[in-house]
Structure formats: structure tokens, C-alpha cells
């Protein structure tokens, strides 16, 4: 067990559709980091924020957002849902937000667009 | 711009063989080396990092991996498989200097183990 929850586990929505997922990460860890893995794509960086503010951006869709709250847990906002979102959204915490940092990952959100 | 080349998408060794899983990487600066492992239906795994304070690095499970700077590689070995490392190992690099620790994964390697 890392420490990182991610909820839900698994998600299936319909072309469209918005979907909310949640991330806490480690007791004492100020940053967080979100990850896409999908078969073509393999696992992509898409977006990391430290202490409540946006630090690194990487291959993110426009629709799709993200926020760290005061509590430092986190939110990543995927809209107008295609087919080509289904994916393993992971979520990942580190103490600090520089290179070099541990980050410890969630057990992830599996999305299915339907 | 930074990247990470894992040669060989599926890897296969005999239980009691060695494992040998490589990674290339391309970095204008040096870079930081990670290698993590993904069990079926679990997040990743933290197995060793590499951070400039020694080249052979130890990690978990009785895996190390060396960072060879002149041939920017750092593979990954165990002298004797378990069938317990069947998984999924990648390769992730993060920039030395940057001010964001995110990680670029190369494609992964699946290791199966062979009783």
C-alpha cells in the first residue's frame, strides 16, 4: 500500500459524459502528479500541481482539468468523454515537486467510455 | 527534449535465470533514472532510482541496475528469477535541473518467468 487513494476504481460512462476523479495522496506529501496509461499511448504525464498550484503541464487535453484543494487532495476533471479516453488514470504524490522526487502511485481509476 | 527507450516489449527468463531488462535514455543534461514495476491490476512500484550519488544502484526485491553514462543506459538486473517478478518494469527518466519531478515512462517490458 503506497499511502495514495484514488476513487473510484473503475468508472464506465457513455460518449459525452463528464467524470470526476479523486486523488488524496501521502500524509505529508505537498505534490501531486496525474498519469494516463492506455495500450497506444502508453503511461503519459498529464498534469502536476505542489501545495495547491499548478507546477508542470504535459500531453493534457484541453478538456480535461484538474485542481489540488487546500486539504492537498486532488481532482482531475475529464469532459465531453470520447472513446479514446478509456484508460488507467493514475495519481501520484511525492514530498516535494522537483526532478528526483519519489512519487508514490495510487492503485488508479480505470475509465471505460462506452 | 528527454526520452526513454526500453529494447524489448516482452521479455521471457526460466525461474533461477537471470533477468536482464534494458533501458536507453536521451537527455540533453543529466538526468534522474527510475525503474518502477506494475503488478496485474495494481499501481506502481518504486524498485530504485538512480540520482547521481553512486552508478550501481540497488533496489528492492534484490534488483540493481547500472547508469552508464557513455552508453545512456541503465538496465536493469536480478541474478535469479522468482516467478514472483512476472510483471510489467518500466524505464522513466525526470531532468536533473528541472523544477518539476514529472516522469517520462518508455513503453514497458513484460517480464514472464518460465517454472
Known amino acids: 500500500d503506497s499511502g495514495v487513494t484514488q476513487t473510484p476504481k473503475h468508472l464506465i460512462t457513455a460518449t459525452g459524459q463528464r467524470v470526476t476523479l479523486r486523488c488524496s495522496p501521502r500524509s505529508g506529501d505537498l505534490s501531486v502528479y496525474w498519469y494516463q496509461q492506455s495500450l497506444d499511448q502508453g503511461l503519459q504525464f498529464l498534469i502536476q500541481y505542489y501545495n495547491g498550484e499548478e507546477r508542470a503541464k504535459g500531453n493534457i487535453l484541453e478538456r480535461f482539468s484538474a485542481q489540488q484543494f487546500p486539504d492537498l487532495h486532488s481532482e482531475l476533471n475529464l469532459s465531453s468523454l470520447e472513446l479514446g479516453d478509456s484508460a488507467l488514470y493514475f495519481c501520484?504524490?511525492?514530498?516535494?515537486?522537483?526532478?528526483?522526487?519519489?512519487?508514490?502511485f495510487g492503485p488508479g481509476t480505470r475509465l471505460l467510455v462506452l | 527534449a528527454q526520452s526513454v527507450t526500453q529494447l524489448g516489449s516482452h521479455v521471457s527468463v526460466s525461474e533461477g535465470a537471470l533477468v536482464l531488462l534494458r533501458c536507453n535514455y536521451s537527455?540533453?543534461?543529466?538526468?534522474?533514472l527510475f525503474w518502477y514495476v506494475q503488478y496485474p491490476n495494481q499501481g506502481l512500484q518504486l524498485l530504485l532510482k538512480y540520482t547521481s550519488a553512486a552508478t550501481l544502484v540497488k533496489g528492492i526485491n534484490g534488483f540493481e541496475a547500472e547508469f552508464k553514462k557513455s552508453e545512456t543506459s541503465f538496465h536493469l538486473t536480478k541474478p535469479s528469477a522468482h516467478m514472483s517478478d512476472a510483471a510489467e518494469y518500466f524505464c522513466?527518466?525526470?531532468?536533473?535541473?528541472?523544477?518539476?519531478?514529472?516522469?517520462?515512462f518508455g513503453q514497458g517490458t513484460t517480464l514472464q518467468v518460465k517454472p
Open positions: 522513466a527518466v525526470s531532468l536533473f535541473s528541472s523544477n518539476t519531478g514529472k516522469l517520462i
Open positions: 537527455s540533453s543534461v543529466p538526468p534522474y
Open positions: 501520484a504524490s511525492s514530498v516535494e515537486a522537483g526532478a528526483g522526487e519519489t512519487q508514490y
